[in-house]
């Protein structure tokens, strides 16, 4: 018999993997790690959202590289010691009946950044240098993000292989932590999208020029990362779809890259946007409702892969409705989860899905249960007495 509950909370089969419903905790930047190590503030971080309903979480951005960090205080996967603090955050989400991923990166020419909530600029190369950990910007080429930003060190073909050796790694120690989920980060003006991009790449080598020479990094990772990845756990790649700059990279481009990322063995795609460059000549995406959207449709059409909806996506009719268009296969929320953790249960309700707190944790949901039948005669008998005051 089909499944009548609506499309937001049907289960998702990706490989071995089922994923209790569509909603997806997007990866959001916390600089909140020491040394690279998940503390405290990441298990309330990412622990709330289990408890809130997400199907699936993943991590902010974690470097596979400190070299490859976009603050000072990100998380790591570069070294074995990373692995136990990470292993208690997926413990306590599995506990919950939900699943989590990783997203790995490597920021590339925009590494060495404040966080937001300090200005966000570029560190200065003193800064960086003064930092205990080793530290550096990389490229394709010695082509600064923007005003601000130093050149960053045109990488060589040691440095390209060391690059790939250091996600597969990280993809290993990802295992051993039992993350379910992998995601490579291949987007926003980071290491691997200044290598898909024309107006970062200026290589003459067999990395530069052509639009397949300029996605080699990219698929060489996801072949080497999918290999060292038990063949059934998912892996996720989130891109850039429009890099943001002028002729730059294109959704017809990332249409052929995500066709070639499914062939290496990439389950979803994560469509994003933007992200190359500070300069004030850049064309960003116009940030209205479901702005992304878009990119995920004709991806997940034209290339024939399951996709990911990202981008002021904030309530639950929104996301079903992207759903039932087949625009994605999963919704990502990010802002809307830091502003309410509980929002795929709140969903759930919205939709009828969930009428009687029964997807809550138990031991919020018995308490609540108990609660809604006075708070619904106080409320309307408030209203009683508003409407004959009304009256008078």
């Known amino acids: 018999m089909p499944d009548s509950s609506p499309l937001l909370?049907?289960?998702?089969?990706?490989?071995?993997?089922?994923l209790p419903n569509r909603v997806v905790i997007s990866p959001m930047c916390q600089h909140a790690a020491d040394r690279g190590h998940a503390t405290p503030w990441h298990m309330v971080h990412l622990g709330k959202f289990a408890l809130g309903g997400a199907?699936?979480?993943?991590?902010?951005?974690?470097?596979?590289?400190?070299?490859?960090?976009?603050?000072?205080?990100?998380?790591?996967?570069?070294?074995?010691?990373?692995i136990a603090p990470l292993k208690a955050v997926v413990d306590f989400v599995h506990a919950q009946g939900c699943a989590i991923g990783v997203q790995l990166a490597h920021a590339g020419r925009k590494a060495g950044s404040e966080p937001l909530w300090e200005g966000g600029a570029a560190l200065s190369a003193e800064r960086m240098a003064a930092d205990e950990e080793p530290w550096e910007r990389l490229g394709p080429s010695a082509l600064a993000a923007g005003p601000g930003w130093s050149a960053p060190r045109a990488l060589d073909a040691n440095g390209i292989a060391s690059v790939v050796k250091h996600f597969v790694d990280a993809t290993v120690r990802a295992d051993k932590a039992g993350f379910d989920v992998v995601e490579l980060h291949f987007g926003h003006g980071y290491l691997v999208a200044s290598f898909l991009s024309p107006n970062a790449n200026h290589r003459g080598d067999a990395l530069g020029g052509s639009r397949e020479n300029r996605m080699w990094l990219a698929l060489e990772i996801a072949q080497r990362v999918r290999a060292a990845w038990p063949a059934g756990k998912p892996l996720f790649c989130r891109l850039s779809a429009v890099d943001g700059t002028l002729d730059g990279w294109s959704l017809d481009d990332s249409v052929v890259l995500a066709r070639e990322l499914k062939r290496c063995g990439v389950d979803v795609i994560d469509c994003s946007?933007?992200?190359?460059t500070e300069e004030t000549r850049a064309?960003?995406?116009p940030r209205g409702l479901g702005f992304q959207v878009p990119f995920s449709e004709r991806i997940r059409?034209?290339?024939?892969?399951?996709?990911?909806?990202?981008?002021?996506?904030?309530?639950?009719?929104q996301a079903e409705a992207v759903l039932a268009a087949g625009e994605a296969?999963?919704?990502?929320?990010?802002r809307e989860a830091l502003l309410d953790p509980y929002w795929p249960h709140?969903?759930?309700?919205a939709l009828g899905a969930d009428p009687g707190y029964e997807r809550w944790p138990v031991r919020h949901g018995v308490w609540l249960a108990k609660r809604a039948p006075g708070l619904a005669r106080?409320?309307?008998?408030?209203?009683?007495?508003?409407?004959e005051e009304g009256k008078t």
């Open 301 to 317: 059409r034209d290339a024939q892969i399951a996709t990911q909806a990202v981008g002021m996506i904030v309530d639950a009719q």
């Open 329 to 334: 296969d999963l919704i990502a929320i990010g």
């Open 273 to 276: 946007s933007g992200g190359l």
């Open 55 to 82: 199907g699936l979480i993943l991590t902010e951005s974690t470097a596979v590289d400190p070299r490859g960090r976009i603050g000072t205080a990100d998380l790591g996967l570069w070294k074995d010691s990373q």
């Open 283 to 285: 064309l960003p995406v």
């Open 9 to 18: 909370f049907q289960p998702l089969k990706l490989r071995n993997l089922t």
């Open 378 to 387: 106080a409320r309307a008998e408030a209203a009683a007495l508003s409407n």
């Open 346 to 349: 709140h969903a759930a309700a």
